[in-house]
């Protein structure tokens, strides 16, 4: 087995190709153009049929190299970014450079053989996509918004819009009337603040109505969940990227930092809380769970046993988020069953 390790960047790939012993057999830089690639695939061609490409999971760079070596019916190993560091320290050649960082992706990839495969992107990256834009759009909201105040508590001290008035249309009506007493350089870019955040906020709900019914699509039983919106299940389904590549709802569980860690060190029945993980799936949990704490009578219930039997507040809402990760797991893998199991007698 030839693993082909890639260090990617904007302009050039760098290919290493090494052995099943992690001995390096040749290199090789090409552009990160779709003619860079196909000399890529002919370079790797020299070693043979059983091969495996091996790219670090930072899909901004990779993500159209990625599509076309699978379109030409290639093997792809996605590598994590954490597990580089380590990789290069026990490395025998030190420093940092495109050759290091590449054999260190291919090494990798021989050392934990669980690694997922990639996959051609389908509707979990339009979900994604849509999320990012609509985030990016809210945070640029956030920025006039913070503007605004000042300019209004310069125009009017007294005049302060409640938290999260300035979001919606009655808010921007009220604060525009009061702009409408005063005049001036101040009050004129004011009234430009407020005109550009009623049209950023008309866009972002415009954006949660398509997010919503392309979630209906992709993933109806996340929106089943007691407390999960249409923008914790996007996030949900945008950050997973295809459940099908967690080996185990646990592996999924650990993936999002919702697992706890054994302390271990003469106390394996000991855990601490997991800071790992991907931040904005432990996120949508988080939200999810404090909502049931608020609307669901089963998580309420399963808390209060909790707290009951020796657990913090903190600590029985972790053990919610856990349990949630199994549900959203075990969802995720009820959406993408196949259509085959289907009956199509029942549905006909």
């Known amino acids: 087995m030839v693993v082909v390790g890639v260090d990617a960047h904007k302009r050039t790939h760098t290919l290493v190709a090494v052995d099943s012993n992690g001995q390096e057999l040749g290199s090789v830089t090409v552009r990160a153009t779709s003619a860079g690639h196909l000399e890529a695939v002919k370079w790797v061609a020299q070693f043979g049929e059983h091969r495996m490409w091996a790219l670090e999971d930072c899909r901004n760079m990779t ?21 580089m560091a380590g990789a290069r320290k026990g490395a025998r050649e030190s420093g940092k450079s495109d050759p290091i960082d590449a054999a260190a992706v291919a090494r990798a990839a021989l050392r934990e053989p669980k690694l997922p495969r990639a996959h051609l992107d389908g509707p979990a990256r339009e979900v994604k996509l849509l999320v990012d834009y609509r985030e990016a759009l809210v945070r640029e909201r956030t920025a006039a918004q913070n503007r605004l105040r000042w300019r209004l508590h310069e125009l009017e001290p007294e005049f302060d819009p409640p938290p999260g008035s300035l979001s919606r249309y009655r808010g921007l009506d009220r604060t525009m009337v009061m702009l409408e007493r005063h005049s001036g350089l101040v009050a004129d870019l004011a009234s430009r603040e407020v005109a550009r955040i009623r049209a950023i906020t008309e866009e972002a709900n415009q954006l949660e109505r398509e ?65 790992g993980g991907n931040r904005q799936v432990n996120a949508a949990l988080h939200r999810i769970a404090i909502t049931q704490l608020r609307i669901h009578p089963d998580a309420q219930a399963y808390v209060q046993r909790r707290i009951a039997a020796g657990n913090t507040k903190k600590e029985a809402l972790r053990v919610l988020k856990r349990r949630l990760a199994d549900v959203v797991y075990r969802s995720l893998l009820n959406d993408a069953a196949p259509p085959s199991t289907i009956d199509l007698k029942a549905a006909a």
């Open 63 to 83: 993500r159209r190299f990625e599509s076309e070596l699978l379109a030409a019916g290639e093997t792809v190993i996605r590598v994590p970014t954490k597990m």
């Open 211 to 275: 997010i919503r019914r392309l979630v209906e699509q992709v993933a109806p039983s996340l929106l089943q969940l007691p407390g999960c919106g249409s923008l914790s299940a996007a996030k949900l389904v945008g950050e997973t990227a295809g459940v099908e590549r967690f080996r185990s709802r646990d592996a999924f569980a650990m993936w999002a930092g919702a697992a706890p860690i054994p302390v271990w060190s003469g106390h394996p029945d000991r855990y601490r809380l997991n800071r």
